[in-house]
């Protein structure tokens, strides 16, 4: 079955699980997927209604599925997500001023990947994502793009290359025309212009917002209308500053969701790096979590600092005393037991299991707030 097929299937079961939602954002990214400007009118249409009839699930279902039943007489080919489209080998930055040093750092970034890059304040994730975007010079190593067409001019690797600042420029007029004004630099006509900005519109969840200024929208859904402006010029590597930095939790979850998914598309897929602080969430739809300490790079996967990898490391936030929790962990190979202050980080041998740990802490009846196993999570980096 080909993966746009799958991707059809999957949505069919969002719907069949009344997980519409999700199920809708997903019929979104296949009509997307379709380039097909008629299946476009029919998902604005539907868009239009839905915002019309907010309580009446049924009825989006059922018309959701004739929607999906006209995507699957589409033919949609996959593009190639093979080898990089970035190729960082032994990037370093040194800056005059303040002495800081970033790197070396090599890396090859794919497309229809996520990279996430953490770490805390001032260890050069911006540095990173600004010399990736070309917009500042590394000082050594080298720095290969492999783009599906040719690149003319500076204002094509600006469309297939896209930096978006923590902080992004102020815009006149209403969040439609500004994004109508993006493809009409193309040279797209009027009614096609239309209707891509209406279909990004609604997929980047502005529908009730479009009419809207730039004074007028949150920051979130102004992150949202930058989104929206750069992918209507179907970028090949988005570069992001903290696109979380503005938002709620939960608008957080559904803004990585709904990028993953973007990025993932089977005829315009997208390699993503994203700087974040909100290090849970970015690991969560990361493929690669990328970790910058004082400018040094260390990939998830390897070890730092001389840890161990075959370690089991817990984090624990418990009221109960360090005693008590020592005593309900005697049975098992502990290593070392540390207060960082905030929580507990309980070290095992390699081979002893979770559940063993979650056994030990329940029998002996310690309170528990918050527990986590952060053994392969960049989690470990910053608690220790
Ligand atoms: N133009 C510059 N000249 C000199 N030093 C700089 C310059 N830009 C950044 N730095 C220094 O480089 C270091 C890394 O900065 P960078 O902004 O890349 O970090 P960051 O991880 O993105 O930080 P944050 O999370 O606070 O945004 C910092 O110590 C900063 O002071």
């Given at each position: 079955m080909s993966l746009y097929l799958q991707r059809l299937e999957e949505v069919k079961s969002f719907f069949d699980n009344k997980d519409t939602v999700l199920g809708y954002r997903k019929l979104m990214d296949c009509a997307m997927d379709t380039q097909d400007m008629d299946v476009y009118k029919k998902m604005i249409a539907l868009t239009d209604w839905k915002e019309q009839h907010v309580n009446n699930e049924t009825g989006l279902i059922s018309r959701s599925m004739e929607v999906l039943s006209l995507l699957q007489t589409k033919k949609v080919e996959p593009a190639s997500t093979q080898g990089p489209v970035i190729t960082a080998s032994d990037i370093t930055k040194t800056y005059g001023r303040s002495g800081f040093q970033l790197g070396p750092v090599s890396i090859d970034i794919k497309k229809g990947h996520i990279y996430g890059l953490v770490g805390e304040n001032g260890n050069g994730k911006t540095t990173l994502l600004r010399i990736l975007a070309r917009e500042l010079n590394n000082t050594s190593g080298s720095l290969n793009y492999v783009f599906k067409e040719d690149i003319a001019s500076d204002y094509d690797l600006r469309a297939k290359l896209v930096y978006i600042p923590q902080r992004t420029a102020t815009w006149y007029g209403s969040l439609k025309d500004n994004l109508k004004f993006v493809l009409s630099n193309y040279g797209v006509a009027p009614e096609e212009n239309e209707t891509r900005v209406l279909m990004m519109i609604a997929r980047l969840g502005l529908w009730n917002y479009k009419q809207l200024k730039w004074s007028e929208l949150s920051s979130g859904y102004k992150m949202r209308f930058e989104l929206a402006r750069t992918l209507l010029r179907k970028p090949e590597v988005m570069l992001l500053d903290?696109?979380?930095?503005?938002?709620?939790v939960l608008a957080q979850q559904v803004v990585l969701e709904d990028l993953k998914s973007i990025c993932n598309s089977v005829v315009n897929p997208i390699a993503l790096i994203l700087s974040s602080q909100q290090l849970y969430e970015v690991e969560k739809v990361s493929d690669k979590v990328i970790y910058l300490k004082n400018g040094q790079y260390t990939d998830n996967n390897a070890s730092f600092k001389?840890?161990?990898?075959?370690q089991l490391i817990i984090e624990i936030d418990s009221t109960s005393d360090r005693e008590a929790i020592k005593k309900a962990f005697e049975n098992l190979p502990i290593e070392k037991l540390v207060y960082n202050g905030g929580v507990y980080l309980a070290y095992f041998a390699g081979?002893?299991?979770f559940y063993r740990v979650l056994y030990a802490l329940g029998a002996a009846q310690i309170e528990v707030t918050y527990i986590r196993?952060?053994?392969?999570?960049?989690?470990r980096f910053f608690v220790s």
């Amino acid at each position: 079955m080909s993966l746009y097929l799958q991707r059809l299937e999957e949505v069919k079961s969002f719907f069949d699980n009344k997980d519409t939602v999700l199920g809708y954002r997903k019929l979104m990214d296949c009509a997307m997927d379709t380039q097909d400007m008629d299946v476009y009118k029919k998902m604005i249409a539907l868009t239009d209604w839905k915002e019309q009839h907010v309580n009446n699930e049924t009825g989006l279902i059922s018309r959701s599925m004739e929607v999906l039943s006209l995507l699957q007489t589409k033919k949609v080919e996959p593009a190639s997500t093979q080898g990089p489209v970035i190729t960082a080998s032994d990037i370093t930055k040194t800056y005059g001023r303040s002495g800081f040093q970033l790197g070396p750092v090599s890396i090859d970034i794919k497309k229809g990947h996520i990279y996430g890059l953490v770490g805390e304040n001032g260890n050069g994730k911006t540095t990173l994502l600004r010399i990736l975007a070309r917009e500042l010079n590394n000082t050594s190593g080298s720095l290969n793009y492999v783009f599906k067409e040719d690149i003319a001019s500076d204002y094509d690797l600006r469309a297939k290359l896209v930096y978006i600042p923590q902080r992004t420029a102020t815009w006149y007029g209403s969040l439609k025309d500004n994004l109508k004004f993006v493809l009409s630099n193309y040279g797209v006509a009027p009614e096609e212009n239309e209707t891509r900005v209406l279909m990004m519109i609604a997929r980047l969840g502005l529908w009730n917002y479009k009419q809207l200024k730039w004074s007028e929208l949150s920051s979130g859904y102004k992150m949202r209308f930058e989104l929206a402006r750069t992918l209507l010029r179907k970028p090949e590597v988005m570069l992001l500053d903290e696109p979380l930095a503005n938002l709620d939790v939960l608008a957080q979850q559904v803004v990585l969701e709904d990028l993953k998914s973007i990025c993932n598309s089977v005829v315009n897929p997208i390699a993503l790096i994203l700087s974040s602080q909100q290090l849970y969430e970015v690991e969560k739809v990361s493929d690669k979590v990328i970790y910058l300490k004082n400018g040094q790079y260390t990939d998830n996967n390897a070890s730092f600092k001389g840890e161990t990898l075959d370690q089991l490391i817990i984090e624990i936030d418990s009221t109960s005393d360090r005693e008590a929790i020592k005593k309900a962990f005697e049975n098992l190979p502990i290593e070392k037991l540390v207060y960082n202050g905030g929580v507990y980080l309980a070290y095992f041998a390699g081979d002893t299991q979770f559940y063993r740990v979650l056994y030990a802490l329940g029998a002996a009846q310690i309170e528990v707030t918050y527990i986590r196993n952060i053994s392969s999570s960049t989690r470990r980096f910053f608690v220790s």
